[in-house]
């Protein structure tokens, strides 16, 4: 199978964060091509990333969010009974360790 073949066939299954990565390897000067080992691991490392990062893009875009979450954003004040000293507790983020939700 030929070098083009074979990123077609990697395009054609959809596993495009290996076809990246094997064209990539492909531009390499020939003496600095890595042995097999290497490129499999980078192929398939590409693939969970590129997998990883589309399923990220689906969730956000269907989870509708209404606003971009900034900390310089929130407003502290008395009337929305959070102040200055409850900002500290949101900026660790242990809420999403926690699997909790934060409304404010």
């Given at each position: ?29 020939v003496q600095e ?60 983020c242990s809420f ?9």
């Amino acid at each position: 199978m030929n070098t083009q073949i074979a990123l077609n066939a990697l395009t054609k299954l959809k596993i495009n964060g290996m076809a990246k990565v094997y064209q990539a390897l492909l531009a390499m000067p020939v003496q600095e091509q890595p042995t097999l080992h290497s490129p499999v691991a980078r192929l398939a490392e590409a693939e969970l990333q590129e997998s990883a990062e589309k399923k990220t893009t689906m969730f956000l875009r269907f989870s509708k969010l209404r606003y971009i979450a900034v900390l310089e954003n929130i407003l502290c004040n008395v009337q929305r009974n959070f102040t200055n000293d409850h900002l500290p507790a949101l900026t660790d983020c242990s809420f999403i360790d926690r699997s909790q939700n934060v409304l404010l």
